[in-house]
Nanobody, 124 residues
């Protein structure tokens, strides 16, 4: 059974940092692209960051570019999101996702596997 488990969320003050992790189990995702999405209350799920299967290609939403860094450790089957200079508008549930392709894209419907989410709350 495929499982993605996010961790690392929490409450942080504006300007602070958090590092999210997404541990995959049940199969290896080393040849698949992965991404982070987030969903704030009353809003649709939105793209945050993506990474291709080898880690050589990444991209970010304009809202987080320059502040967040996505990375992966294929040996550990784990995806990361380093979040710096956090803002109150970053408050959301953050989800990791796996796309059954070597390349990633920006659309949630392209991703086959999802974690349960981890809450990130940034206070002003």
């Amino acid at each position: 059974q495929v499982q993605l488990v996010e961790s690392g969320g929490g409450l942080v003050q504006a300007g602070g940092s958090l590092r999210l992790s997404c541990a995959a189990s049940g199969r290896s995702f080393s040849v698949y692209a992965m991404a982070w999405f987030r969903q704030a209350p009353g809003k649709e799920r939105e793209f945050v960051a993506l990474i291709n299967w080898s880690g050589t290609n990444t991209d970010y939403s304009d809202d987080v570019k320059g502040r967040f860094t996505i990375s992966r450790d294929s040996a550990k089957n784990t995806l990361y999101l380093q979040m710096n200079s956090l803002k109150p508008e970053d408050t959301a549930v953050y989800y990791c996702a796996v796309r059954q392709s070597t390349s990633a894209d920006y659309y949630p419907q392209s991703y086959a596997y999802w974690g349960q989410g981890t809450q990130v709350t940034v206070s002003s």
